[in-house]
């Protein structure tokens, strides 16, 4: 009892001396970036290079074709991801689809029903295994296995798994900005709850993205660190506690597009923080003017993305 007190009271004291930012001043912006960087860890001379992009396997579909590619991010490390490619001429829109914790990654269904959605109205979407999950996982099916679930080998090295798993994003994001397939000037990115963090971050750190939508985790970083249920380790965030708050990294998107998302019946994200954390998001987008550029709505699902 005495040291959940010591920790509960620790979080308290460290938001108490939180100073209050305006994320809508390049000076402002410029320290969250910063501390953004240093609580994940983020090292753009880390940031790999995609090589080995390699088609694997491809399904014909009516309005678009869905091929399953294998490529190679830092050395000796393989990843897993699937292109749905509309039937279109001209350069698409492509959309990057962030998986969650689905037991299937990148081939749970409903990121799937995603990518083909998206595809069937003329958007290319990437969905991509995340480290240590789908086809990237020696458990697959599992969704808590040992290789992502509880992967704490990158803290030992001076690194956080959220941290990987953003520059790997970052990198493919950057690879794909090239491929003259597609539009550069309209990529966006969309994902829920383990997704939704990833986007939170791609917010910060992805300038080249035109668009975000974020689902299933907009909140407060301090209650998700406080849950008394199990954590991923890609949800540990060192120092955090005194690090930028979900609205302050949210806000260094502004003033593109942004749209945030939760469940009335979501039971993992409480609705009064989702609320607050738009509240202060939007009044970024507001002092930029750009205030019909963010929406936040809550609609009748629960936690994960409904088919």
């Given at each position: ?76 490390c393989w990843g897993a991801t699937t292109l749905y490619l509309p039937k279109k001429e001209g350069k698409l829109p492509l959309v990057f689809v962030c998986c969650g914790h689905g037991d299937d990654g990148r081939l749970t269904e409903d ?81 829920n709850s383990g997704g939704g963090t990833l986007t939170l971050f791609l917010s910060a750190l992805a300038p080249e993205l035109s668009v975000i939508s974020s689902s299933g985790y907009p909140s407060e970083i301090p209650f998700v660190l ?82």
């Open positions: 009892t005495e040291v959940f007190d010591d920790y509960e009271r620790r979080f308290a004291k460290a938001r108490a001396e939180k100073p209050l930012t305006q994320p809508w001043l390049k000076a402002d912006r410029d320290t969250i970036l910063h501390k953004v960087k240093a609580m994940l860890c983020y090292d753009e001379a880390l940031v790999p290079s995609i090589r080995d992009l390699t088609p694997i396997h491809e399904i014909e579909m009516p309005d678009h074709t869905v091929t399953h590619y294998r490529f190679r991010s830092w050395d000796r990121y799937m029903a995603m990518g083909h959605r998206l595809a069937s109205l003329g958007i290319a979407a990437l969905v991509t295994d995340n480290i240590g999950q789908g086809d990237r996982s020696l458990t697959p099916g599992l969704e808590k296995g040992p290789d992502h679930w509880w992967s704490i080998a990158p803290f030992a090295c001076g690194l956080t798994l959220q941290g990987m798993i953003v520059m790997e994003t970052v990198a493919l994001i950057r690879h794909f900005t090239k491929d003259p397939r597609f539009d550069s000037t309209r990529l966006g990115a969309c994902g406080q849950k008394e249920r199990p954590h991923c380790a890609c949800n540990l965030l060192p120092g955090s506690a005194y690090g930028p708050e979900m609205w302050e990294i949210y806000s260094l998107f502004a003033p593109k597009p942004m749209f945030l998302e939760g469940g009335t019946g979501d039971t993992l994200i409480p609705l009064d923080l989702a609320h607050r954390n738009a509240r202060k998001v939007r009044n970024t987008y507001m002092q930029m003017d750009a205030g019909d550029n963010f929406e936040m709505t809550l609609t009748p699902t629960l936690h994960s993305w409904e088919l």
